[in-house]
């Protein structure tokens, strides 16, 4: 008797095994993948919105709007723990660090930072790239001919502060308004994105570019730098030095402040340490370049209009910015162009041979030459040299790249980039 119910048991659980399982683990429409990640990220759950996309991607590898969602988190757990780090070491917000990558993220100031040392800086940089690659790896396998997911990017909450508590502050609409401070919570909530495989490339380029950021940061040293100007930008820093101990501020005029900044410049020299990172950074920025091109080969491809982060010339996009043919076609030169500098196909015109033209000194309208001699921007990434900013300025410190060859002129950039009205760096940080 007991070995016959044992059996029915057993039979009883591997039929409702058979009927439950196709149930349970059926692939999701990306509307409902949209309302998952919308609400795990409206609440700031990061780990449980990657923790829930990695366990559907692991069932349903065909998934790729999963996928997509997992690579988005992840993405954003980096800026998260940049921006907890930026908090915890209370980085100034000021005039200088707003030229800073890495510590733009505007975090609110936190009254009672941490000391940081050198080496617990250069963990962050590691840390970050680390967070980088694996996001970059999983958008990596989404197959982008068809794939899209809408995002409410303006709900989006990253605790910044890393408090485990999440205030209004911290939400994405908000942190828009430092830079758009007309935005109001409505509009910002309620601003959608229809992510598709143009903005995977579009993204995939940008953790490329961050990731090259970071390994020419660690594959130099700049303790010199950091132990003698680091006050700067973090409020209390771990030195031997009894200067940087008087704090002040950028923008308080003082003596002190104006010895340092000086110092500062002074001090960007900086020996090479790992160069095979600089190798690695110069293959991130060709994978760069490279997924700029498929965003817009994508783009191009498409034939409806649905909240378009990066659209083409017949759509409308999210930013209400129109990107007629002939910039697509402007950009698309100017991405071949810096193609030819980072291969060393082209040169950097050394300035002290045409200073005369670089500076209205030559007395005529000729155009600088399109052969002579230049810097090999590949030798810098594969050969690399100390960093000294006054003598690469001066011109002693790139003789070593210099070679002849074809030079990429102030002319062809011009030309290339006339398209943009004057605006092309704004749309240099947007197509990417």
């Known amino acids: 008797m007991n070995r016959s119910r044992w059996l029915v048991v057993a039979c009883f659980s591997l039929c409702l095994a058979n009927v439950a399982t196709p149930k349970l683990w059926a692939q999701a429409s990306p509307e409902e ?23 559907v991607v692991g069932k349903q590898p065909a998934d790729h709007t999963a996928r997509l969602a997992l690579g988005l988190t992840e993405f954003l757990q980096a800026l998260e723990f940049l921006g907890n780090a930026n908090y915890r070491f209370g980085v100034f917000n000021n005039s200088l660090t707003d030229d800073l990558l890495l510590v733009r993220l505007p975090v609110p100031e936190n009254p009672k930072p941490d000391q940081v040392s050198y080496e617990e800086l250069r963990d962050v940089v590691e840390q970050f790239q680390k967070r980088l690659r694996a996001a970059e790896e999983t958008l990596a396998q989404v197959n982008t001919s068809d794939v899209y997911l809408p995002l409410y990017l303006g709900r989006v909450r990253l605790d910044l502060n890393g408090d485990g508590a999440l205030a209004d502050e911290e939400t994405l609409w908000r942190l828009m308004r430092v830079v758009s401070p007309q935005v109001e919570q409505a509009q910002g909530e309620a601003f959608s994105l229809g992510v598709d495989g143009a903005d995977v490339h579009w993204l995939r380029g940008y953790c490329h570019f961050l990731q090259a950021v970071c390994d020419v940061i660690l594959a130099h040293d700049e303790r010199q730098l950091f132990e003698r100007c680091g006050h700067l930008v973090f409020p209390k820093i771990q030195t031997p030095f009894l ?46 370049v490279r997924e700029s091109r ?18 083409n010339p017949d759509q409308k996009g999210v930013l209400q910015v129109a990107v007629p043919r002939e910039m697509v076609t402007g950009w698309s030169e100017v991405v071949d162009e810096i193609e030819r500098l980072l291969k060393g196909e082209k040169l950097i015109p050394y300035w002290r041979d045409n200073s005369n033209w670089l500076f209205g000194f030559g007395g005529g309208e000729e155009n600088l030459p399109e052969r002579g001699r230049g810097v090999n921007l590949r030798k810098i990434f594969y050969e690399p040299k100390e960093f000294d900013l006054i003598l690469w300025i001066q011109g002693t410190g ?12 102030p002319q062809a950039w011009t030309r290339m980039t006339q398209v943009f009205e004057g605006q092309f760096f704004g749309f240099a940080v947007w197509f990417n």
């Open 243 to 288: 200067a940087p101990k008087d704090r002040v501020r950028i923008g308080e005029f003082d003596p002190r402040t104006i010895s340092d900044l000086i110092a500062a410049v002074h001090l960007i020299r900086f020996p090479v340490t790992s160069p095979e990172r600089m190798q690695a950074a110069h293959e991130h920025l060709l994978s760069m």
């Open 294 to 311: 498929l965003c817009w080969e994508r783009a191009l491809a498409e034939k409806d209009d649905r909240n378009e982060w990066i659209p």
């Open 398 to 409: 790139v003789e070593s790249f210099l070679e002849e060859g074809p030079l990429s002129t």
């Open 33 to 55: 993948h949209a309302q998952q990640l919308d609400g795990l990220l409206g609440q700031g759950k990061l780990i449980a919105s990657a923790s829930h996309f990695r366990e």
